[in-house]
């Protein structure tokens, strides 16, 4: 397992964009896929985007495909979720995860969140 620390949140107004960051520990996390999950207040959580451990294609939720881009940098053992054209409805706290293949992201590690706030 790897461990998993966001950051980047925020508070942005509508049309602003961010770019959130996740640091992961141990040698192996090019092993892993990468996901970005999100929970806004009184919703379940959400899956937004991945990337596998290779890269590769990514996979996004329809409603941030071409406003959100994630990637990853293994050299680094980090992880991005660049976020632009911000709308009030992506308000939530954002979630690193990662997984090996195969697996479910529920198994996997997952960061402890951080906080997006998106004004109108």
């Known amino acids: 397992q790897v461990q998993l620390v966001e950051s980047g949140g925020g508070l942005v107004q509508a049309g602003g964009s961010l770019r959130l960051s996740c640091a992961a520990s141990?040698?192996?996390?090019?092993?892993?896929?990468v996901g970005w999950f999100r929970q806004a207040p009184g919703k379940e959580r959400e899956f937004v985007a991945s990337?596998?451990?290779?890269?590769?294609?990514?996979y996004y939720k329809d409603s941030v495909k071409g406003r959100f881009t994630i990637s990853r940098d293994n050299a680094k053992n980090m992880a991005y979720l660049q976020m632009t054209s911000l709308k009030p409805e992506d308000t939530a706290v954002y979630y690193c995860?990662?997984?090996?293949?195969?697996?479910?992201?529920?198994?996997?590690?997952w960061g402890q969140g951080t906080q997006v706030t998106v004004s109108a």
């Open positions: 995860a990662a997984k090996m293949a195969g697996s479910a992201w529920s198994s996997g590690s």
């Open positions: 141990g040698r192996t996390f090019s092993s892993y896929g």
């Open positions: 990337i596998r451990y290779s890269g590769g294609e990514p």
